[in-house]
């Protein structure tokens, strides 16, 4: 009898194995948890993964170094609200509207009866659809009003604040959630935000979670601790020491997270994903809060590579092996699609993702590439990306002598001029046309903004 079980087990065994990722539904309670790490504004060169040498971030860096890291990582836009949308829903936002801020950024952000369009599912609700237990820690922005708020929007746990950006302050003020209450916070935000999501791992251990931890770290106000300050008291410049000591205290919130996984046994049954909202900002070519985003050029709000182009790692232990690098376009849009394809959960063709499951890829498993071609608009700025061809229309305020408007149409190979210097249009004007068509299309598919 024994016998028979136990072949019947080995049997079972390897049938489950070769269905792969599926995980039936018994099995709900091993399926891996999820942690989406998403900083704002944050330079693309200040990351010791991303060559960063002045700011030590070894917790970040053990994300890509225990696991991959992309060189040609993206975001669907290049500001905070409408690259969250994309996040959160796996689509392009411009298909559903979500094409700009509502409502600007800073303390009006919010205030209207604008947000992420309630027709959009989030990659919450699938989560816990799926029997997940869901949280949210940090910046919100994508609406403001009762109906979008995070626990509306698929989220059993909120701890945070809705609008674009907050002070770092909060003893004396009440902008801080927890769900709906308002409360006032002690702690400097950035470390009150890794305190929270340390407090979500160890508060949900028996059950697979999903925890989307969004710091508002390095977006300005510039606002730092003491004590990490005198860290940085090495560096001269007082906005780049802020930005350091700013940057620091997000890396200390990130390895205390990592601790606590490691410290739970959840770390080999944890997909994490780290990445930026948008590229380091900018202004007549001067940085506004300390961020490096060489060696590209342009910044946060436009379409060259220093708005969109963002650091992106991801670490999966026991399935991503340690120190992969992989070099072909992918983008946030691509987070839920991978995040659900691990969890072993279904993904709908009606779902209608832009973004694609990574996993494959990045084990070279899958020939060909995620994506041929990235797509980019915000208003009259635009951009696609085929291959390494890169065409761009984008806002002149990255020039030192601004006019208004957006730049002529540009054409770049970007494998060869990743600095976006040297405009090829006059010399393919047929790669030009290429590029344009396929873009049109696109853009043929997207809705006019509802704001
Ligand atoms: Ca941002």
Known sequence: MQQILNLIGRTLAVSLALLGPVISAADASRRPNILVI??????YADLGFQGGTDIPTPYINSIAGNGARFTNGYVSGPYCSPTRAGLLTGRYQQRFGHEFNPGGEGAAAGKGEIGLPLSETT??????????VTGLVGKWHLGASPKFHPQNRGF?????????ANTYFNKQTTSILRGTEKQSEPTYLTDAFGREAVSFVDRHQSKPFFLYLAFNAVHTPLEADEERLKKFSAINESQRRTYAAMLSAMDDAVGNVLKKLRESQLEENTLIFFISDNG????????????????????KR????????VPFAIQWKGQIAPGTVFDRPVIQLDIQPTALAA?????????????????????GQATGVPHETLYWRLGEQNAIRHGDWKLVQYDLHVESSPTKGVSQKKLYHLAK???????LA????DKVKELEKIWQKWNSELVKPLW
């Open 426 to 429: 006059a010399d393919y004007p």
């Open 417 to 423: 001029d990743v600095g976006e210097t040297r405009d």
């Open 123 to 132: 990659i919450a609700n699938r989560f816990k659809d799926a029997g997940y």
């Open 156 to 164: 059993d746990e909120y701890f945070g604040f809705l609008g674009g």
């Open 38 to 43: 998403v900083a704002d504004d944050l330079g």
């Open 343 to 363: 969890a072993g959960l279904e993904i709908r063709a009606e779902w209608k993702f832009d973004g694609v499951n990574l996993l494959p890829f990045i084990k």
């Open 302 to 309: 436009t379409t060259l590579e220093g708005g969109v182009r």
């Open 280 to 299: 380091g900002p900018t202004m007549r070519g001067t940085t506004i809060n300390g961020s490096i985003n060489t060696p590209l050029r342009g910044s």
